[in-house]
């Protein structure tokens, strides 16, 4: 069954420090989100990216976050300055163009840990 | 106001029992529903969803919508304690891409 591939599965960086987690897509996926969950809360919606743009960014989205479909398969997102609190798991995610399929296939995840 | 709300539990079921979860959301013209299984420390993993009001029904799960009430349902039949797992109900509305995520409802099934 075709799945979503997140790297690094865990990372630890210092604060203050640039981190870009990564993940590939299902190859006929048109639509990519990034999602993240700080430990025991909820799965958080972050941004989503069609046709090489961001189409809906949440207010957690701020000018440190960025993405990038760098080439033709992998979607990365990019934390420029990290603080305490972006430590998460962030999850990628992805669906098909289908009318009426918006179910979402998640990848395994990225546990990011700022010390 | 909260958008997405489900009961936290836990919520302990013996083992072949029927296990029911509920969910409510604010934006009246949501159209997409889903219910989101995730073991601990995995990432959600899609098992249902529905976007008509009524049931639908795949295998042991049943989703059920309501859109007067603003409600979904999911019952999980003959339960079994590998069902046991948090339950993340999610909505779609019409106007935005994106898909946002109730807290949770935690699932023991007991053997």
């Known amino acids: 069954e075709p799945e979503v591939t997140q790297t690094p599965s865990h990372q630890v960086t210092q604060m203050g420090q640039e981190v870009i987690l990564r993940c590939v897509p299902i190859?006929?996926?048109?639509?990519f989100y990034w999602y993240r969950q700080i430990l025991g809360q909820k799965v958080e919606f972050l941004v989503s990216f069609y046709n090489n743009e961001i189409s809906e960014k949440s207010e957690i989205f701020d000018d440190q976050f960025s993405v990038e479909r760098p080439d033709g398969s992998n979607f990365t997102l990019k934390i420029r300055s990290t603080k305490l609190e972006d430590s998460a798991m962030y999850f990628c995610a992805s669906r098909h163009q289908r009318e009426g399929d918006y179910g979402y296939t998640f990848g395994s995840g990225t546990r990011l840990t700022v010390v | 106001q909260k958008e997405v709300e489900q009961n936290s539990g836990p919520l302990s079921v013996p083992e072949g029992a029927i296990a029911s979860l509920n969910c409510t959301y604010s934006?009246?013209?949501?159209?997409?529903f889903f219910w989101y299984r995730q073991y601990s420390g995995k990432s959600p993993e899609l098992i249902m969803f529905?976007?008509?009001?009524g049931d639908k029904e795949d295998g042991r799960f049943t989703a059920q919508l309501n859109k007067a009430s603003q409600y979904v349902s999911l019952l999980i039949r003959d339960s079994q304690p590998s069902d046991s797992a948090t339950y993340l109900c999610a909505v779609k509305g019409t106007s935005y891409d994106k898909v946002i995520f109730g807290p949770g409802t935690s699932l023991s099934v007991i053997p």
């Open positions: 934006d009246r013209g949501s159209q997409s």
């Open positions: 190859s006929n996926h048109l639509y």
């Open positions: 529905i976007y008509s009001n």
